[in-house]
């Protein structure tokens, strides 16, 4: 187990140095020019003096960005790795700050708007899977595939619009984005704590109702399996009740491919909805990333995709190592 | 079961006359399976797997629903513009409703010498000579963009590109999926360990900010056309199929075990004949699940840039470009007209490829009973 475990590991570390040589390679294909002028535009107003030809040339130096040529983004990539081995993932251009501070300032909002709607996911998904499963090809199971069917299918982006459109623009019954409204100064805190709530309703219902039919048909193909195995037939021969088999033997035993994808799921708590974030205009870590993207903050670009696939290879290492804590008769190994 | 019923009948009365006397027993043994056919030894017919596939395939009233939504977005986008009086290349609409554009008065205050003041406005008038931002009306079932182009149109011209995407991304996929995968579960040891770190890496790449990146790259090198497209393929193809092939090596390494291979080893096959002839075959059903599938996300995805803003070329329609209108507060709340149909499309074409390759999925199981 421990040997797996460190295996494992060891091959986690290969995939992440692959994923960064990727990644600070194609950010590189970006012309330096243009991330000059990024750059110039994070220095500020100082410019056309000297100092601040020196300070941008130095600046080049500093994220290696001064030599273009093969050789010279070799070595900016081995800098960038040296520095980020010591957890130093260098200034952001745009926010001008060092990216694990902006990544972690930023990252609170997204977990909690994550896990919320996490959680509401699981309460409506998984006693409806089983319901579904337990009256296959039922009028519910009907209508329910059909319905997460659609819901897996409805771009984030459009049902989103759809609702802003309808929800905040025309019923003006939410707001349309960001976090805070303009509140007096003296609001009390539970006034403001309600009034993030408010704003927060339609952004948790977009990816509650979005995310909930993958896991609601999860549920129901492994309970369909579950109710197909041998012991369910034996708890039925020694004549429980339709409920007790359902509620004691199906429940639990469908819970264990359950809880090891919600392992792989945990980690992607931390990353932040993108598009979700930047619809409705919240400052998490998804918005942030996605501003930074688009302009080319290359400190920013590597520090963010390395934490998501940081994410990522935890999350994977988390789903395996579940499958052995949860099911007694998996061995990990080899 | 009706139609089955009334099959077997029919072919027992013709079967009646020759073979008076079976009949009564043969009645209760054939009601159970599936005959036709004309005469005695004709009429046991068994289904090919593949014919069983498609009987179940087509009874499944979702993958219908599904099918025939794919065919009319087809119909819709390939052969709907051919109708259209707008879409030639500058099918831009000459305006008709002469409404005059005037600029904001500017206010424009002097003094003369004598001391007195006087204000003076400004106002620029313009008739516009393209119908910009139109109405519903008969001529232009969803009104008109801002550059006077008939928004329908649009529509049918952007769902061409959109599909075909998808189906050139998915098959480029498919295509290198196939190969390295193939490569990986057939040989094993170091080929198969090679491939499936690389196809560990790409797994662990975010989709959307390597799209990101290369939007920001393609601005940055100034490049706005339609190669944008071309580079979006590149990109899409090139991080979409680790999972293709994953799929592919797992089902290899299964197969490979089976006595079947073992007697194309014994009758001295060449690899390339055992890999191509004997393996993909039987590993074809997943990956026509998985490509059905996979069309929709790509269609998702190509979407989802298009929203952002980011990979679709300035001029050239698609879904995605259209739906981009949704982020500007003026079209997200004033003209509906120009966000939901591509909407509605895009989601369409996604629901109907899920259906389908899940009716298939349903279809390719044997132990569906259904």
């Not at chain 2, 329908?152 to 190969?179: A, D, K, N, W």
């Amino acid at each position: 187990m421990v040997k797996y475990c460190i295996k494992r590991i060891l091959l986690s570390l290969l995939i992440l140095f692959g994923v960064s040589v990727i990644l600070y390679f194609l950010v590189r294909c970006m012309p330096v020019s243009y991330l000059e002028q990024k750059l110039a535009s994070s220095l500020g107003s100082s410019g056309g003096d000297v100092s601040f030809e020196q300070r941008l040339q130095e600046l080049k130096e500093y994220y290696g960005l001064a030599d273009d040529s093969f050789w010279g983004i070799c070595k900016g990539y081995w800098d960038w790795l040296m520095k980020f081995l010591q957890g130093d993932m260098g200034v952001s251009f745009k926010y001008n700050r060092p990216v694990e501070e902006v990544i972690f300032e930023n990252m609170g909002i997204s977990f909690a708007i994550s896990f919320v709607s996490l959680i509401l996911q699981l309460i409506i998904a998984v006693p409806l899977g089983i319901k579904c499963a337990c009256n296959q090809y039922g009028k519910l199971d009907y209508i329910v595939t059909v319905l997460t069917m659609i819901g897996i299918s409805f771009p984030t982006f459009f049902f989103g619009s759809i609702m802003i459109k309808v929800f905040a623009v025309d019923l003006g019954w939410f707001e349309i984005g960001g976090l805070h409204s303009n509140l007096p100064v003296n609001a009390t805190d539970w006034t403001r704590f309600w009034d993030m709530m408010w704003h927060l309703v339609l952004p948790m219902f977009v990816l509650v109702i979005l995310n909930i039919g993958s896991m609601m048909r999860y549920t129901r193909t492994n309970t369909l399996e579950v109710l197909n195995a041998d012991y369910i037939r034996t708890a039925r021969a020694k004549g429980l009740s339709e409920n007790k088999v359902v509620y004691k033997h199906v429940f639990r035993n469908t819970l264990i491919p359950l809880v090891t994808t919600l392992a792989g799921i945990l980690p992607g708590l931390f990353g932040g909805s993108m598009i979700t974030e930047t619809i409705f205009s919240i400052p998490g870590i998804g918005n942030i990333a996605y501003s930074a993207l688009r302009e080319g903050d290359i400190p920013f670009i590597m520090g963010y995709n390395m934490f998501i696939a940081v994410l990522t290879v935890i999350g994977i290492l988390l789903t395996d190592l579940m499958y052995a804590v949860v099911d007694p008769r998996v061995k990990l190994g080899k | 079961m009706e139609k089955k019923k009334d099959l077997v009948e029919e072919t027992l009365e013709e079967t009646l006359d020759s073979v008076a006397p079976t009949a009564e027993t043969a009645e209760e043994t054939l009601s159970e399976e599936e005959l036709h056919g004309e005469s005695l030894t004709d009429r046991v017919k068994v289904l090919s797997p593949g014919q069983m596939v498609m009987k179940r395939f087509f009874r499944s009233k979702l993958s219908m629903v599904g099918l025939v939504t794919i065919i009319v977005l087809f119909l819709f986008s390939f052969i709907g513009p051919l109708f259209s009086p707008w879409a030639g290349n500058d099918g831009k609409v000459p305006d008709t409703e002469n409404i005059k554009n005037i600029m904001l008065p500017i206010e424009i205050e002097y003094v003369t010498e004598d001391g007195e003041v006087y204000t003076a406005y400004t106002i620029t008038e313009s008739t516009p000579t393209v119908n910009k931002e139109g109405d519903i009306s008969f001529d232009h079932w969803l009104g008109t963009d801002e550059n006077g182009w008939d928004l329908f149109t649009r529509l049918m011209l952007g769902g061409r590109i959109s599909l075909t995407i998808g189906f050139i991304v998915i098959f480029l996929e498919t295509i290198i999926g196939v190969c390295l995968g193939g490569l990986a579960g057939y040989f094993g040891g170091w080929v198969d360990q090679l491939i499936m770190r690389i196809v560990d890496i790409l797994s662990c790449i975010p989709t959307l900010p390597i799209m990101l990146i290369l939007s920001a790259t393609l601005t940055a090198y100034e490049i706005y056309d339609i190669t944008r497209l071309y580079y979006l393929m590149i990109i899409l193809t090139l991080f979409g199929w680790a999972g293709i092939a994953r799929l592919v090596r797992g089902q290899i390494l299964s197969l490979r075990e089976q006595e079947f291979m073992l007697a194309a080893k014994c009758s001295g096959l060449s690899t390339g004949r055992k890999i191509f002839k004997h393996l993909l075959p039987n590993v074809l059903p997943q990956l026509i699940v998985s490509m059905t599938l996979g069309l929709g996300s790509i269609i998702l995805t190509e979407a989802t840039l298009g929203y952002l803003g980011l990979v679709a070329p300035l001029g050239t329609a698609t879904w995605g470009a259209m739906i981009n209108y949704a982020t500007k507060d003026r079209y997200l709340t004033g003209f509906p007209n120009f966000w939901v149909p591509p909407g509605i499309c895009i989601t369409l074409a996604i629901l109907a490829f899920n259906f389908v390759g899940d009716g298939l999925r349903d279809a390719f199981d044997p132990k569906m009973k259904r």
